[in-house]
């Protein structure tokens, strides 16, 4: 059964940097694609950035070379790099993943970037 769990969300100063972690289980990091996803009130999920094999991944243009990827095989867990944040980052936090036609998604995890 694949299950996703995001962390790492918390309050930052805009120009500070966090890193979010999205533990997965039923599924492999290395291998599987996975999204991440955010979401502001009264707005629709809005897609962020794609890891997929092999390590290649995708970012949006708001986030491009602001966002970065890395994993950790052995534990299982993607983490999303978010460097040099803007108050426009202020979201809610979803890894994504689709497995045989089945989205599953995390419970997410808040970034609020304030001074």
């Known amino acids: 059964q694949v299950h996703l769990a995001e962390s790492g969300g918390g309050l930052v100063q805009p120009g500070g940097s966090l890193t979010l972690s999205c533990t997965a289980s039923?599924?492999?990091?290395?291998?599987?694609?996975i999204n991440w996803y955010r979401q502001t009130p009264g707005n629709e999920r809005v897609w962020v950035a794609r890891?997929?094999?092999?390590?290649?991944?995708f970012y949006s243009d708001p986030v491009k070379g602001r966002f970065t990827f890395t994993f950790d095989s052995a534990k299982n867990i993607n983490f999303l790099h978010m460097n040099n944040l803007k108050p426009d980052d202020t979201a809610v936090y979803y890894c994504?993943?689709?497995?045989?036609?089945?989205?599953?998604w995390g419970q997410g995890t808040q970034v609020t970037v304030s001074s």
């Open positions: 994504q993943t689709q497995q045989r036609g089945v989205e599953y």
């Open positions: 890891l997929i094999y092999r390590g290649h991944s």
């Open positions: 039923g599924i492999s990091v290395d291998r599987d694609e």
